[in-house]
């Protein structure tokens, strides 16, 4: 079970259970409905009219870890922990999260998601390998985040900045993602269009 430390901060009597994609079950306990409330009304009402004692809500996620970087931020305003602040974290999780949020209409959360982001991106760009989950990430968005453009536009822009640098061009696995989603290769081909091809990277 990840950190869930956090939870102290707002003693509850309430349980999230989470039903993941390989059918299985976990819950979450000593959860406040009231904290959760206060930034995410929506999950608040999951719980229902139960007793205050016996509060339970059931929700669908990828995985246990995305559940509690959810709340982590619900409670302390910052789904990172110290640790993954320090270094590489999953690009996937940052767009799952904003999806969550999205979902859960958490718009300061979806802002800090996207933020973080755009840091992997960043920080990637000065180290000679991709972000962790890149084409996990870039088929997530394509699927489930069309409509957002300024984080397409986060991934298109590192695709193409560091293509040849990361060596992407190379990658069977971000070539096959290309061929799979059309997409993703046409606004690959016009990102490095408007670049003015200054980066040199083409499939």
């Given at each position: 079970?990840?950190?869930?430390?956090?939870?102290?901060?707002?003693?509850?009597?309430?349980?999230?259970?989470?039903?993941?994609?390989?059918?299985?079950?976990?819950?979450?306990?000593?959860?406040?409905?009231?904290?959760?409330?206060?930034?995410?009304?929506?999950?608040?009402?999951?719980?229902?009219?139960?007793?205050?004692?016996?509060?339970?809500?059931?929700?669908?996620?990828?995985?246990i870890a995305l559940v509690v970087s959810f709340l982590r931020y619900l409670y302390t305003g910052n789904y990172l922990t110290a640790?993954?602040?320090s270094g590489p974290f999953s690009l996937l999780h940052h767009a799952q999260l904003y999806k969550m949020a999205q979902d859960f209409?958490?718009?300061?959360?979806?802002?800090?998601?996207?933020?973080?982001?755009?840091?992997?991106?960043?920080?990637?760009?000065?180290?000679?390998?991709?972000?962790?989950?890149?084409?996990?990430?870039?088929?997530?968005?394509?699927?489930?985040?069309?409509?957002?453009?300024?984080?397409?536009?986060?991934?298109?822009?590192?695709?193409?900045?560091?293509?040849?640098?990361?060596?992407?061009?190379?990658?069977?696995?971000?070539?096959?993602?290309?061929?799979?989603?059309?997409?993703?290769?046409?606004?690959?081909?016009?990102?490095?269009?408007?670049?003015?091809?200054?980066?040199?990277?083409?499939?």
């Amino acid at each position: 079970m990840a950190d869930l430390e956090f939870l102290a901060l707002y003693p509850g009597n309430a349980t999230i259970t989470i039903l993941l994609p390989n059918g299985q079950v976990q819950r979450i306990e000593r959860v406040s409905a009231t904290a959760i409330g206060d930034k995410c009304p929506l999950l608040w009402y999951c719980f229902g009219d139960g007793p205050a004692n016996d509060q339970q809500a059931s929700i669908e996620a990828s995985s246990i870890a995305l559940v509690v970087s959810f709340l982590r931020y619900l409670y302390t305003g910052n789904y990172l922990t110290a640790i993954q602040e320090s270094g590489p974290f999953s690009l996937l999780h940052h767009a799952q999260l904003y999806k969550m949020a999205q979902d859960f209409d958490v718009p300061e959360l979806q802002v800090a998601a996207h933020v973080n982001f755009m840091r992997e991106t960043e920080i990637s760009c000065c180290v000679p390998h991709p972000p962790l989950d890149l084409c996990a990430a870039i088929e997530f968005v394509y699927k489930h985040l069309a409509g957002q453009k300024p984080l397409i536009e986060t991934l298109l822009n590192y695709c193409v900045f560091s293509f040849k640098y990361h060596g992407l061009g190379t990658d069977s696995g971000f070539r096959q993602l290309a061929f799979d989603i059309p997409a993703f290769h046409k606004d690959l081909c016009q990102t490095n269009l408007r670049r003015d091809f200054q980066d040199e990277g083409e499939l």
